[in-house]
């Protein structure tokens, strides 16, 4: 392979280096541009299965480590090295069940910090492969190997490297010589072992190492390699091809696997074999209620609709509920998902229902921001938008766990976006990559499993913009699944009864699977695609474990009209157990009422009314030929002093109308609850005999007497904190009157005069006329009375 020379040390190479710098820091910081939470400059990433290597951490991983350990040195500006990371990160995936015994690792030479450790091994060109034998010592400077272009030239030449371990043997690595006849006749007595594998080949083929290692991680199973010229047991076995694979078991039983070129998969997957360190699942809990549902028994090679709406459910009422408020960026990741959900989910006619309403009500949010409630009342509205139903709660059926914290949700995402991606397909959506988008946002903005997330986002990063086609938007999430599935595959978070298999399996697909000539494992992706648009497709869907959608729409009715009963008694109690301050205006306007002594009957009908949710006419005048308790009302309406105290004065010709409802609701509510509370008082008052002394007299319903009684304990509590209420708003009351006086004052410059300030000024004005107009008058006669005298002198 082509590699970066690091060698030249002249002039002309380092101002070379000093292009090559520049215009990969140009390059990083356009990519930052676009991707401005990266923060890896590496070719690799945690998630690669590559141990990423620093100065700190060099003689840890490669000194005396029980596994041998194979190092790429790379300079992440090298084009050759951007080109082989491809193959290097498919090796890691390819052969990672060979861990305990080799494992793979990298170190960034372009970084400076990592300069020494690189100088240290001598490297001079990237990339540069160095393979370190188990427990190797502080200064072994590595073999070489050489960094073959293909995954499979890779394989091989790291298994010749182990083979050529001295002794002794590490313990880690299995045998990887050819067995004899000898050796397994007494194989079982000295091995404890279920299953015995063994692979016929020549003396060139790979493939019996391969298979050894490939289940250096599995218990119970045993794989050693037979050559062809181990004649004694060909002739015993009958063999004829080469390579092919036998299952042997005590007293010389023994049974071909047909699979031949998936013989890992199939042993893998043989009874009692399991992979190491992980506890051993009790199968019989599986089938009873392991779970808090009990099982449901379904068919693993469908998909289940109930699995869909359960993951609708999830991902609408709990994963989007992280968020009291959507804005920005994460709300129109939350429109585009449901844009897409609107379009391509395959659901039943209600849900589809529900599913368009909520999308046409998230498009006409034009504001930058919507609150979870508002969005929850819009997807649970029924009764704006009739037979629309978004099925509560979840029931996973394919996407059962054995255990409750197996499987469940993140089984019903990639399930949901696989039917999506296919649906797409069969709508001829325009645009190839809108579900993958939508599944990326969603996954990044909302998915809770945030390392996922990261996971998701770095593969979405490497190529997901290759996408061109919906065809090819179904097989990179197929073969991104796949990845996850390879990275995870022993994970402790795998259910032990639902392997993370490179799926389909070659039973589900028989097709879907080839062999490359050089006997590798190859995806027909001709067969690939037929297959997943056939297997997530609308009509594969089963419908069972479903509830009926006219229950379902039964169950929303009555949910809402609990809801709003619910919602009805909080405000009620709002009302009634409101903030003395908040009740001065009701005290205020209950004072004018008392120095009335007419009562009208609407006051008690405000509050039946509200009780029974009605609108309220808001027309905010008094009619001169209105009726007293209607005046009373209208006056609420049109000078509600909580109005006028709260409020801020809107802007000129600027109505909201919705804090105005808001607000005047609310007033009203306070008033009619205040005096319906007033007047219930009013009335035990009236049946009550009055308290002397903390005694009451009380009617002893049993016995039919009057006699002295304490006071009923309910009562007494309400009156005085009736009266302390009173007490405390007349107290407050006072003191704002005060600050009212002087409101008044001050708005006399600001607003205007009142009607009684203007009589007045009438009054004063005329009576100032009247007293000038005297004294003119008086003046002028005593002036006429003395001219004569002043005449006659
Ligand atoms: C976007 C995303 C990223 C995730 N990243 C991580 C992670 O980084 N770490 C982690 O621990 N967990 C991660 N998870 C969860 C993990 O992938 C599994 O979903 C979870 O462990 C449950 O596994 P499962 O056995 O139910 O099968 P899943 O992998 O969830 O698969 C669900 C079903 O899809 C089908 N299926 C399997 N493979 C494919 C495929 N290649 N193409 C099409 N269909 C397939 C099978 O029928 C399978 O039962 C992620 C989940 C999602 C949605």
Redesign the pocket.
């Known amino acids: 392979m082509a590699r970066c020379s690091g060698r030249a040390t002249s002039r002309s190479y380092r101002k070379m280096q000093g292009h090559a710098k520049m215009t990969m820091f140009a390059v990083f910081s356009i990519l930052s541009l676009f991707f401005p939470s990266s923060t890896e400059a590496g070719l690799y990433t945690a998630?690669d299965q590559i141990i990423l290597l620093t100065p700190e951490t060099v003689e840890s991983v490669l000194v005396n480590s029980t596994a041998a350990i194979v190092v790429e040195f790379y300079a992440s500006w090298c084009g050759h090295c951007v080109a082989f990371s491809t193959t290097y990160k498919n090796l890691a995936r390819d052969i990672k069940e060979w861990k305990p015994a080799v494992d793979l690792s990298a170190i960034d030479c372009a970084d400076e910090s990592n300069r020494k450790v690189c100088t240290n091994y001598s490297i001079r060109g990237y990339p540069t492969l160095k393979f370190f034998n188990a427990y190797s010592k502080a200064d072994s400077k590595g073999q070489s190997l050489r960094a073959h272009r293909d995954v499979r030239g890779l394989r091989q030449a790291i298994i010749d490297k182990l083979e050529k371990h001295e002794e002794p043997w590490p313990p880690a690595c299995p045998p990887l010589e050819p067995t004899s006849k000898a050796e397994i006749d007494s194989f079982f007595e000295t091995n404890n072992v279920q299953h015995l594998a063994l692979i016929f080949e020549d003396l060139k083929s790979y493939i019996g190492r391969e298979v050894t290692l490939d289940l250096l991680q599995f218990e119970n199973i045993a794989v050693r390699r037979v050559l062809n010229t181990e004649e004694a047991l060909v002739s015993e076995l009958g063999v004829t091809d080469f390579p092919s694979c036998y299952l042997y078991y005590p007293g010389g039983n023994y049974t071909q696997l047909k699979a031949r070129t998936f013989y890992s998969y199939a042993l893998q997957r043989l009874p009692g074999v399991e992979r190491s360190g992980k506890p051993t699942p009790n199968k019989v809990n599986l089938k009873s209620n392991n779970t808090n549902e009990p099982w449901r028994h379904f068919n693993?090679?469908r998909?289940y609709m109930a699995d869909l709406e359960s993951a609708l459910h999830y991902s609408l009422r709990v994963e989007v509920s992280a968020y009291p408020v959507i804005r920005g960026k994460d709300l129109n990741s939350l429109k585009k998902y449901i844009c897409v959900l609107a379009k391509y989910f395959p659901g039943r006619p209600v849900v589809m229902n529900s599913l368009r309403y909520i999308d046409s009500w998230l498009q006409n949010q034009y504001g930058n921001e919507v609150s979870y409630d508002a969005f929850r009342a819009a997807l649970d509205n029924t009764a704006q938008a009739p037979d629309t139903a978004l099925p509560e709660g979840v029931r996973w059926v394919?996407?059962q766990?054995s255990q409750p914290h197996?499987?469940?949700y993140?089984?019903?995402?990639?399930?949901l976006?696989?039917v999506l991606t296919v649906q797409a397909i069969n709508s001829r959506a325009s645009d190839a990559l809108e579900v993958l988008t939508a599944?990326r946002e969603y996954?990044r903005t909302f998915?809770g499993?945030r390392?996922?997330?990261?996971?998701?986002e770095s593969m979405v990063r490497e190529n997901l913009f290759d996408v061109s086609t919906s065809s090819s938007a179904v097989i990179w999430?197929?073969?991104?699944?796949?990845r996850?599935?390879n990275?995870?595959a022993g994970?402790l978070?795998?259910?032990p009864y639902?392997?993370?298999?490179?799926?389909?399996s070659p039973e589900m697909c028989p097709l879907c699977h080839t062999v490359k000539l050089n006997g590798d494992h190859k995806w027909d992706l001709d067969q690939v695609l037929p297959f997943?648009t056939s297997?997530?497709s609308n009509s594969s869907i089963l419908t069972d474990f479903l509830d009926d959608e006219s229950i379902i729409l039964e169950k929303q009715r009555e949910k809402q009209a609990s809801e709003a009963k619910k919602r009805l008694g909080r405000e009620v109690k709002e009302a009634t157990t409101v903030n003395p301050l908040s009740l001065l205006p009701t005290i205020q306007e209950e004072e004018e009422e008392e120095e009335e002594e007419e009562e009208g009957p609407q006051d008690e009908a405000v509050a039946e009314d509200m009780a029974g949710g009605k609108n309220y006419d808001t027309t905010p005048w008094v009619k001169p030929d209105m009726g007293l308790g209607e005046r009373r009302q209208k006056r609420a309406h049109s000078r509600p002093v909580i109005v006028g105290m709260r409020m801020k004065p809107q802007p000129e010709d600027i109505v909201d109308l919705d804090s105005f409802v808001n607000q005047h609701y609310r007033a009203k509510a306070l008033a009619a609850s205040s005096r319906v509370k007033r007047r219930t008082l009013q009335r035990k008052e009236e049946q009550e005999p009055v308290p002397i002394f903390g005694l009451g007299l009380g009617l002893d319903s049993g016995l039919g007497m009057v006699g002295l009684e304490p006071m009923e304990p309910e009562f007494e509590n309400q009156k005085r904190k009736h009266l302390q209420k009173r007490e405390l708003s007349h107290q407050v009351y006072n003191v704002k009157e005060g600050e009212s006086h002087r409101i008044g004052w001050v708005s006399m410059f600001s607003v205007g005069f009142s009607k009684v300030d203007i009589s007045l000024c009438v009054i004063l004005y005329f009576l100032s006329s009247v007293c000038l107009l005297t004294m003119y008058l008086f003046f002028k006669n005593r002036l006429r009375i003395r001219r004569p005298k002043v005449s006659q002198l």
């Open positions: 998630t693993a090679s998909v394919g996407c766990g197996f499987r469940g993140p089984c019903g995402v990639w399930t976006f696989h599944m996954v998915f499993c390392e996922c997330a990261q996971h998701f999430l197929w073969s991104r699944h796949n996850v599935n990275r995870l994970a978070s795998e259910d639902f392997p993370k298999i490179q799926w389909p997943l297997y997530f």
